[in-house]
């Protein structure tokens, strides 16, 4: 009864604040509005994690799951390449956008509302999946792993990434830099939070909106134990939110930097082995 009364609330606060929209607002031109989130993604959440951890071989049926879709930004991405994209979201609202907006660009993908934890698939049903800052939202993260495993052909890539407990967010560095964000970020509707998190944990669940009613942090040690069973292709942290901060500016050497050794999420390819 508390996994239900868990999954509702999370399930209710995503589709009170679809991904996004702390920072973006929906109008009425959906397509303008779903193009400048797609350019922010790529050109500043995963500047640098997209060639190694996004850009896969692609060809005529190739399946491609995209677990916890959000408003589709993935979904949008592989289909423009001729993936076989499959999406859902335990979001109803997300779903809902998503599927408009592969009708809005004249996209193919099949989209519909599951929880990570529980996939309508068949086992050994797709070349990929692809899961970007999603498990840490969800009550039971290992199940999510354990499906992702599951419908994952054998040989099969998966990219997954988790927030990440990087240098800056442990003792004792944090506390210095729990007292710096309130000189160096700007303020930003609906994460004004972000401004007064006493830990690294309040700090990511405040990322992601003031009231996320979930949001892990994991250490390397802890996320590699999590994806046991899989074969490590790759790791490497990356994305740092420089455009929540005062100073510096997107795209600089200093963001690179910051983005490969201080980024706040843990990113993973994964193989399923033969």
């Given at each position: 009864m508390q996994d239900e009364r868990t999954i509702r609330k999370v399930k209710d606060y995503w589709n009170s ?33 997209r060639s190694l951890f996004y850009e896969f071989d692609s060809g005529p049926g190739i399946k491609l799951l ?13 289909a423009r390449k001729q993936f076989e994209v499959y999406s859902v979201d335990i979001s109803d609202k997300a ?180």
């Amino acid at each position: 009864m508390q996994d239900e009364r868990t999954i509702r609330k999370v399930k209710d606060y995503w589709n009170s604040n679809p991904v996004h929209s702390v920072e973006f607002h929906v109008e009425s031109d959906l397509s303008a509005y779903l193009n400048e989130i797609d350019e922010l993604r790529w050109s500043d959440n995963e500047r640098w994690s997209r060639s190694l951890f996004y850009e896969f071989d692609s060809g005529p049926g190739i399946k491609l799951l995209d677990a916890g879709c959000g408003i589709g930004v993935l979904s949008r991405f592989y289909a423009r390449k001729q993936f076989e994209v499959y999406s859902v979201d335990i979001s109803d609202k997300a779903v809902e956008i998503t599927d408009r907006s592969l009708k809005l660009f004249g996209l193919k993908g099949q989209v519909s509302v599951s929880s990570v934890e529980d996939l309508p698939f068949p086992d050994n049903s797709f070349e990929y999946i692809v899961s970007n800052g999603v498990i840490h939202h969800t009550p039971e993260t290992e199940k999510a792993v354990a499906e992702f495993y599951r419908v994952l052909k054998p040989g099969g890539c998966a990219s997954v990434c988790v927030y990440y407990k990087n240098i800056l967010l442990r003792r004792p560095i944090w506390w210095a830099v729990s007292l710096a964000l309130r000189f160096l970020l700007l303020k930003r509707r609906g994460r004004e939070k972000l401004l007064t998190a006493t830990t690294p944990e309040e700090l990511v669940r405040a990322y992601d909106g003031n009231d996320t009613p979930i949001a892990k942090l994991y250490t390397r040690a802890q996320a590699d134990k999590l994806f046991t069973g899989f074969r490590h292709l790759a790791v490497e942290p990356h994305y740092f939110p420089i455009r929540f901060l005062k100073i510096c500016k997107t795209g600089s050497l200093v963001h690179k930097l910051l983005d490969r050794y201080c980024g706040v999420l843990l990113y993973y390819l994964l193989e399923k082995p033969q």
